[in-house]
């Protein structure tokens, strides 16, 4: 199980990208992952495979809707112990 963490910003499209975020989301959506969207980025949960799949058609969605966007992605994955959103979460606590 990986957690991921995804920013897909469009560049010189104005202050809100609301539109581009719901977009990525509609992509992330389509695939068996945990979503949890968040003020700054999108943390995923799920197989490795899936993640980056659904990472590339979201990037491709919002590109075909601008002119440039810039991606990060980045990935948490372990051996030791379960890795899940809420693990991650409960360790804060």
Same mark, same amino acid.
């Given at each position: 199980?990986?957690?991921?963490?995804?920013? *897909?910003? @469009?560049?010189?499209? =104005?202050?809100?990208?609301?539109?581009?975020?719901? &977009?990525? $989301?509609?992509? /992330?959506?389509?695939?068996?992952?945990? *979503?949890? @969207?968040?003020?700054? =980025?999108?943390?995923?949960?799920?197989?490795?495979? &899936?993640? $980056?799949?659904? /990472?590339?058609?979201?990037?491709?969605?919002?590109?075909?809707?601008?002119?440039?966007?810039?991606?990060?992605?980045?990935?948490?994955?372990?051996?030791?112990?379960?890795?899940?959103?809420?693990?991650?979460?409960?360790?804060?606590?």
């Amino acid at each position: 199980m990986v957690v991921a963490e995804v920013s *897909i910003i @469009p560049l010189g499209e =104005g202050p809100s990208v609301s539109k581009y975020v719901k &977009k990525a $989301l509609k992509v /992330f959506e389509k695939y068996d992952l945990k *979503i949890e @969207p968040s003020a700054m =980025g999108t943390v995923l949960e799920g197989d490795l495979d &899936k993640i $980056l799949e659904a /990472f590339k058609e979201a990037h491709q969605e919002v590109l075909n809707d601008t002119k440039r966007v810039v991606s990060s992605l980045k990935i948490d994955e372990r051996k030791d112990k379960e890795n899940t959103i809420e693990r991650k979460l409960n360790a804060i606590k």
